[in-house]
């Protein structure tokens, strides 16, 4: 059975998009999904996205590849670690507030030296049991990271101050939350405000179909107040609950895989990158490859800017000793000796012009792309993230939609919203490998930008038949019966 980009981007658990841009940055291939890949391409994208694989051969079959799967930990090996938190929601609504008084409440007294310092990440302990928490909120980070296949978050706060419910970067966090899968608790903030209205909050949420626990959904919504530092215990034990319903594990036993959240220059320390270990742990001494960067781990601090041996999965970790500042979602690994990282980090290097190339021209992700899979038998999703200029015409292209039928397409709205495009949209269209259906409106500038650079499609239409029937057109195009 050839491999293709497709069976790789199942086998790895990884967006196929993040194996297509691979492919055109490291060997400058625009490939399509359905491609087939060579056994060492699939290796060099494998070490790139920071998985282990291992090639299933059959005996005697002269080198065949009958299957890949990814390296799995023994069960055994498995043990539980702690829960990788992002904390979204509408801007003034307390993030920063949340993210700094659950970090300040648990800082224990005269350790505080570091709390001035910058951290991209931190980790409380509560009653004996370990939270990270992401220090960058916001959605748009959040897909970012995600369009790069960096998926480090396992659960998500969602802010909604309750005097002021459900705004529009709430709607948006939601749609970006639901589109990762991750699952979401909900922080109703500000309850020391005279103001509040809970009720309002609640039925704000479950117009977004977001149904809380006590109205007999899935959500949790637990009362805090960030400012006051009120609710906080019970937000966490909610959030432990959360984790331990989703047993997150990780095997501490191995050579350690992770994402850099950040890099920076700093004058005395050189190349300083916050790193987060999602399997395995990492140690003074490693040999490791972190996007383009590579290098000895010379010093180790965790968040408290304390010098540190080792970070077990979830420990987020400051490190020095790589050549360069490696990128946000930059995937790195430890290999086994240094040579091998430095002679892959200077492939990459070597193809640095393909990468400001495959910002106009990279990985193919169009209509057309995405229904020529469908071809394969499968039914096949087709994300759609649409913008309108007002509540009407929304509505109408919604129930336009929503009368389209395809025996294999299934078509998923996303998100919708009123206004401009903008890149938020063009981050979850990019994570989810969705197109933007533009009603009436323009693309902001960086917007419009930021979709060349992530190859999302944004189609514009001014008459609503139009959206219908391009979808529709282009489906029977390519989904016509083989002869
Ligand atoms: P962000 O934009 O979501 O990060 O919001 P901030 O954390 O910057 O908070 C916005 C404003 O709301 C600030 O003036 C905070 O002091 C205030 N704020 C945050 N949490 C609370 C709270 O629980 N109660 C009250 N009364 N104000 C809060």
Known sequence: VPMTVRSLSEAMGRPAKAIMSILFKEFGEMVTINQIIEEETALAVALELGVDLTFKRQKGAQETVTEI????????????????????????HGKTTLVDSLRNSKVVEGEAGGITQHIAAYQIDYNGHKLTFVDTPGHAAFSEMRSRGANVTDMVVLVVAADDGVM?????????????????????????????????????????????????????????????????????????????LHELK????????????????????????????????????????????????????????????????????????????????????????IDQA????????????????????????????ILGSAREGAIQDLPLIIKADTPGSLEAIRSEIGKFEHPEVRVKILHEGIGGVNESDVYLASASNAIIIAFHVVAEDRAQNLASQEDVEIR????????????????????????
Not at 72 to 77: I, T
Request: net charge negative; charged share 25%.
């Open 69 to 92: 799967v990814e390296m799995e930990d023994a069960p055994e090996d498995l043990v539980t670690r702690p829960p990788i938190i992002t904390v979204l929601g509408h801007v003034d």
């Open 168 to 244: 529009p970067q709430t709607a948006e966090s939601i749609s970006h939350v639901k589109a990762s899968g991750v699952p979401m608790v909900v922080a109703m903030n500000k309850i020391d405000l005279p103001d509040v209205n809970e009720q309002k909050v609640l039925q704000d949420l479950t117009a977004q179909n977001v149904l809380p626990s006590e109205w007999g959904g899935e959500t949790d919504v637990v009362r805090v107040s960030a400012l006051k530092g009120t609710g906080l215990d019970d937000l966490l034990e909610t959030l432990l609950l959360t984790a331990e």
């Open 250 to 337: 990780a095997n501490p036993n191995r050579p350690a895989v992770g994402v850099c959240l950040e890099g920076f220059r700093d004058e005395g320390r050189g190349s300083v990158a916050w790193l987060i270990v999602q399997k395995g742990t990492l140690r003074i001494g490693d040999a490791v490859i972190c996007g383009k960067s590579y290098g000895y781990i010379r010093a180790m601090y965790d968040d408290m800017d304390q010098q540190i041996e080792e970070a077990p999965p979830a420990m987020p970790v400051k490190v020095t000793g790589l050549d360069t500042v490696p990128g946000a979602g930059d995937h790195f690994v430890v290999v086994d000796d």
């Open 342 to 369: 430095r002679a892959l980090a200077e492939e990459r290097r070597h193809e640095g012009r393909a990468d400001v190339l495959s910002r106009h021209s990279g990985g193919p992700r169009t209509l057309e792309d």
């Open 460 to 483: 514009r239409y001014s008459i609503i038949y139009e959206v219908v029937d391009d979808i529709r057109q282009s489906l029977e195009g390519l989904l016509r019966p083989e002869l």
